[in-house]
């Protein structure tokens, strides 16, 4: 951050407003410069961002930096930036939620714990709530696009879901699009290429977007994808070979095939119309993006605490939300009694199969409050509502306010 703050601090308001993440700016001498949570929550919290600084600093050198994923529900990246004439700024990217606050834990937080009950209800409205692969991959884009610098590459402890180019070896492509090699060369990329794609299988499968977007922003890597990038004609069929499998993928996670299908068709309408490499790794790596964050909605709320039967239920209802599904449906497609499904997703899972529904509905509306324009009658309409009336009184009955004061909270909030 060797530029004057005040050049950037735009940025960070602009970065704040399309993704709802504070950013905390820190003096060397612990003197809060700039933030954009420019909300009445602010205060709520600001005592803690700066006790952290402080903590940060003790700990870590000039240049240093802290993933902090300690805690279960909330996320910080902290780093050290250079000013220069001697100084250095300490900057905090957070708190970011892994899920909605609610009452019972709050006090689980390492913030907000004293707080009355409207601080933590206007706290908790005001904080983004997303996953840790998706925090990633905002702090990737928060330097790339704020500070115009190289962003970090995170080395994160492996996890059941955490993969490593090292643990996927040994096994062949689902796609080979290679002749038989006939070099030691050509053998060697013949396996390069394989490792590489079930490398970006896996990906696809567990919802890594942020370990895809680095897949994807890595030359070396992109070399062995596309050796000839010369050729738009050969670049497009390679990105067709990877959308196939990113299609066929998602497919096996449990996502619903019509739904697959049509997102496959539109981004191959995108890529007939691309004439270079550049624009046709941009289709690609959003295509493979929407396909991942698909596979990481539904594993946010899979468990392997249930059943394969409630999982596959939640897995239908998931991917083709909005369309209205009923219990009738639901058992149907799954081959068992619906009497015997009810009860075994309520036992498993502690809500009825229509409260789950009804969720999933509800935190779509707060995403489409939050992104789009689209009118509340519009917005129950998409969600197939029976009638606004139902979808204001239900959201208001979930989250304490109607659409309309959810909608205009936000407004006030990105002020």
């Known amino acids: 951050m060797q530029t004057n703050l005040k050049l950037i601090a735009w940025r960070i308001e602009e970065y704040y407003r399309k993704t709802r993440i504070p950013v905390w700016v820190f003096d060397q001498n612990s003197n809060l410069i700039f933030t954009n949570f420019t909300t009445s929550a602010i205060l709520n919290i600001m005592e803690d961002?700066?006790?952290?600084?402080?903590t940060f600093r003790i700990s870590h050198s000039i240049e240093g930096s802290y993933l902090d994923l300690d805690n279960p529900y909330e996320m910080y990246y902290t780093f050290n930036s250079d000013g220069g004439k001697?100084?250095?700024?300490?900057?905090?990217?957070?708190?970011?939620m892994n899920l909605k606050p609610s009452g019972n834990?709050?006090?689980?937080?390492?913030?907000?714990?004293?707080?009355?009950?409207?601080?933590?209800?206007?706290?908790?409205?005001?904080?983004?709530?997303?996953?840790k692969e998706e925090f990633l991959l905002q702090i990737t884009e928060f330097f790339k696009e704020v500070l115009e610098q190289n962003p970090p590459r995170f080395n994160i402890a492996p996890g059941?879901?955490?993969?490593?180019?090292?643990?996927?070896?040994?096994?062949?492509?689902?796609?080979?699009?290679?002749?038989?090699?006939?070099?030691?060369?050509e053998q060697c990329s013949y396996e390069e290429y394989c490792k590489l794609v079930d490398l970006y299988t896996v990906f696809v499968v567990n919802g890594s977007v942020y370990k895809l977007h680095s897949l994807f922003d890595d030359e070396g890597k992109m070399e062995v994808l596309f050796p000839n990038k010369a050729s738009y004609q050969d670049c497009v069929i390679r990105a067709i070979e990877l959308l196939t499998i990113a299609k066929l993928s998602s497919i096996e996670n449990g996502n619903d095939k019509k739904y697959c299908q049509a997102r496959f068709e539109r981004q191959m309408q995108q890529l007939?119309?691309?004439?270079?490499?550049?624009?046709?790794?941009?289709?690609?790596t959003k295509g493979t993006l929407e396909f991942a964050r698909s596979s990481n909605k539904i594993n946010t709320h899979v468990s392997n605490n249930y059943s394969p039967m409630t999982n596959k239920c939640i897995k239908r209802i998931v991917e083709k939300m909005p369309e209205k599904l009923t219990l009738d449906d639901l058992a149907g497609e799954l081959h068992i009694s619906a009497k015997y499904l009810s009860a075994l997703f309520n036992k498993e899972t502690g809500m009825s199969i229509t409260d789950f529904m009804h969720n999933i509905r509800i935190e779509e509306a707060k995403?489409?409050?939050?992104?789009?324009?689209?009118?509340?009658?519009?917005?129950?309409?998409?969600?197939?509502?029976?009638?606004?009336?139902?979808?204001?009184n239900l959201f208001k009955k979930k989250e304490g306010m109607t659409p309309k004061e959810y909608r205009e909270n936000l407004n006030v909030v990105s002020r």
């Not at 834990?105 to 709530?129: C, H, Y």
């Not at 689902?174 to 070099?183: G, L, Y």
């Not at 409050?369 to 009336?389: A, G, P, R, V």
């Open 160 to 185: 059941k879901e955490e993969y490593h180019e090292s643990e996927i070896s040994g096994s062949s492509s689902k796609i080979a699009v290679f002749d038989e090699p006939s070099s030691q060369d």
């Open 86 to 96: 001697h100084q250095f700024f300490t900057v905090i990217i957070g708190p970011i």
């Open 272 to 284: 007939k119309a691309c004439r270079s490499y550049s624009k046709i790794l941009s289709v690609l």
């Open 367 to 392: 995403r489409l409050l939050k992104n789009t324009d689209l009118s509340y009658l519009e917005i129950s309409n998409h969600l197939n509502f029976c009638s606004q009336s139902y979808f204001n």
């Open 105 to 131: 834990m709050w006090s689980d937080f390492s913030f907000g714990r004293n707080l009355f009950v409207e601080q933590k209800r206007i706290l908790s409205n005001a904080l983004p709530v997303i996953s």
């Open 49 to 54: 961002m700066l006790q952290k600084a402080k």
